[in-house]
């Protein structure tokens, strides 16, 4: 059964499976997936550098001082918290698995970075540009959906991905972000 035939409706491009529209949806679709394996495990590597101190990552009680000398008031939970964000959300970009919600995660997550990171410039290596990327790449996927090669294709949920799901995931990730600004940042 070729990838195109998933259990997920597809309308049949107009002049068939061998048409140039046919060829760019599937470019499309490969361009979705790189993006979100690349985006994702990028995440899910960060995350698990601040949860375990893998990939020569600080681990959580040096996290959890970092956020502590940022003013957080739970560093320890904020710690905890972004770390198994970055990697469960990550690793759910990774293969499309509830694709708009897991970018709503790693919205909610740079919009943070962002605001620890402000006053700091634009460029690396204490700017915003690399957050400011992967902010956009999230918000990209969470609008555009996962593509076709997707977990979200098998679920027994609705399968056809709508702008709506992704505006209200971003619109998620937006509000997740000023409530942990607000109430846990001094």
Known sequence: ?????????????????????ASAQYGGDIGLLLLRCAVGLTMAVHGSQKLFGW????????????????????????????????????????????????????????LNAIAMKWGNGFFNPSGIEYDLVLLTAAVSLALAGPGRFAVDHVLPVPRTHRLSHGIAAVALGAVSAAVVLVALHD
């Open 1 to 21: 059964m070729p990838l195109s035939a998933s259990t997920r409706t597809y309308t049949a491009a107009p002049g068939g499976s061998n048409s140039p529209l």
């Open 55 to 110: 990939f020569n990552g600080a681990g959580l009680d040096s996290t959890a001082g970092f956020f502590a000398s940022d003013g957080y008031s739970a560093p320890k939970a904020m710690a905890t918290v972004a770390g198994l964000t970055e990697t469960l959300c990550g690793l759910g970009l990774a293969i499309g698995l509830l694709t708009p919600l897991a970018g709503a995660g790693i919205v909610g997550i740079m």
